[in-house]
């Protein structure tokens, strides 16, 4: 028999079919038995399994192992009624359903093929239609929401495995950061310093402003509640 | 209203424009949409223009002829293949013909964990969460979207390869003949 190595299967069910197709049997005819040593037979040729790979293939044979001792133990008819999942006539109608859709992907490969032959262009800029820009809040609500859907499927398309760094912050760091902000343009508003959205970001942000307040480098105003907040250099 | 029409599917490009938005923008009935749609595809067809009315993934678009494709690949150097790995050909046909269908249902008929390939897909944006499940831990529900149509030259859902109706399996017996008769020619 040749081997052809396990990486080239989408899963247990596919290479089950292709043990079936090798031995030139209908899936309805399988003989459990036969199934079975052939598929432990390759699991075990297959030296370098990978684990995470591997599992479904291991699940797969200790349920035709368990299927296989089924066939062979004397008939007891009166226990063990139906309501199993693990029967040779579920197995066959997996195999069934999921060949029927192994053999769609080749219609779909095809399919995929002669896309390709079209072309079409892309959409037109649309500004180029457009008398004047309109930069009222709508179009920022609008501009949100499409950013916000360009993140979760940034999320999705990220993978599966990262490192996380943490990036470390200093309140004098910012502190002088701060300083240097305001001795360019005199007066801010809070908004304005704050540059990155991350957590740690902001509470040395608040912890250098606090202190700077406290040493009297600077003074907050607020004209008005929920008025911007403004940061001026004392001099 | 025709010439109108052209400008819209070359401004829409490979965004398409569906019949609802042809009755709006140019005030019409569906009927006469159909038919303005239909003069112009065929204006196209019977002056042998190099660009045709394209019905891909439930809107109209303007695209090249398959007749000229070669030249377009003279003019894209090299081959950019770009296909779906099998693994998500085969989830999205399992999608596609289930829909809408959980993950765990997917993993069930592939016998194998697709949680990689189906984030692939809704990158890709051939898969689209819709909904909830009612079963136990009202798992997420996914279906194919229009790009995925579009993707595979269909025009829609009804285009879908026919592939024999799924049977109950409670009744195995009527499944086994079936698929006797169908599959027939693989093995006398």
Do not use: W
């Amino acid at each position: 028999m040749d081997y052809i190595s396990i990486d080239n299967f989408e899963g247990p069910l596919d290479l089950l079919l292709h043990l079936v197709k090798e031995s030139n049997i209908d899936i309805c005819d399988i003989k459990i038995e036969e199934i079975t040593d052939k598929y432990l037979d390759y699991i075990k040729h297959e030296d370098n399994l990978n684990i995470n790979i591997s599992s479904s293939y291991l699940i797969m044979a200790s349920e035709l192992m368990y299927l296989k001792s089924k066939s062979l133990l004397p008939k007891n008819n009166v226990e063990e009624e139906t309501d199993e999942e693990l029967t040779r006539e579920n197995l066959v109608n997996r195999l069934l359903e999921y060949k029927k859709y192994k053999e769609l992907t080749e219609t779909f490969r095809e399919m995929e093929q002669s896309r390709k032959e079209i072309f079409i262009k892309g959409p037109e800029k649309y500004s180029n239609y457009v008398e004047e820009h309109r930069s009222n809040e709508e179009s920022v609500d609008v501009l949100i929401e499409a950013f916000k859907k360009f993140l979760e499927r940034k999320e999705k398309d990220r993978p599966l495995e990262t490192t996380i760094t943490r990036k470390e912050y200093s309140v004098n760091v910012r502190k002088n950061s701060i300083k240097n902000i305001l001795r360019k343009k005199g007066k801010v508003t809070l908004d304005e310093l704050i540059e990155e959205d991350s957590k740690p970001y902001l509470v040395v942000t608040f912890l250098g402003i606090l202190e700077m307040v406290k040493e009297k480098d600077i003074t907050i105003l607020q004209n008005k509640n929920f008025e911007q907040i403004l940061i001026e250099l004392r001099s | 209203m025709e010439e109108v029409l052209e400008g819209l599917l070359y401004v829409q490009g490979d965004v398409g424009i569906t019949i609802d938005e042809i009755k709006q923008i140019l005030n019409i009935d569906e009927e006469t949409a159909g038919k303005v749609v239909y003069n112009l595809k065929k204006y196209y067809d019977d002056n042998k223009r190099g660009l045709r009315i394209n019905f891909l993934g439930n809107t109209i678009k303007l695209t090249t002829r398959e007749e000229h494709k070669e030249y377009y690949q003279k003019l894209l150097d090299g081959p950019r293949e770009n296909s779906l790995s099998d693994a998500a050909l085969e989830t999205l046909a399992i999608i596609a013909y289930n829909e809408p269908i959980t993950r765990g249902e997917i993993d069930n008929l592939r016998g194998v964990d697709s949680s990689y390939v189906l984030r692939r897909l809704l990158a890709k944006g051939f898969v689209k969460e819709c909904g909830k499940s009612e079963l136990p831990g009202r798992p997420i529900l996914y279906k194919t979207t229009d790009d995925f149509l579009d993707y595979f030259g269909l025009s829609s859902k009804d285009d879908l390869p026919s592939i024999e109706e799924t049977l109950e399996v409670d009744e195995p017996k009527d499944l086994y003949t079936s698929i006797y008769k169908e599959g027939g020619d693989t093995n006398g």
